[in-house]
């Protein structure tokens, strides 16, 4: 989301507002997120890694029937990969 708990922004906040990008927001953060695991950034890791594993993540841009494109799907996703990683990096 845009905010934590405590007030500040979030690492893993889309940086591209719909209102600017319009339907490319949600590629242009694809692109970005991808961008940062690639670089293994520190500040992203640490917020994905900070997501516990009964968490519930909850966004307002997916419609009631489940449709629309949502960023809280794409961290969802970075979310598994990441723990994913972390499994195999402890297993081997």
């Known amino acids: 989301g845009r905010s934590t708990p405590w007030g500040g922004p979030s690492p893993l906040a889309n940086p ?3 209102k600017e990008h ?15 695991l690639r670089r293994r950034d520190p500040i992203v890791f640490a917020a994905l890694r900070s997501i516990p594993a009964d968490a519930h993540l909850v966004c307002h841009c997916v419609r009631p029937d489940g449709s629309g ?18 499994a195999r ?4």
């Open 22 to 36: 319009g339907s490319r927001a949600l590629e242009l953060y694809k692109d970005w997120l991808r961008a940062k």
């Open 16 to 18: 591209y507002a719909l």
């Open 89 to 92: 990096s402890r297993a081997a």
């Open 69 to 86: 494109g949502c960023h809280g799907r794409v961290v969802a996703l970075a979310w598994e990969w990441l723990r994913a990683q972390d």
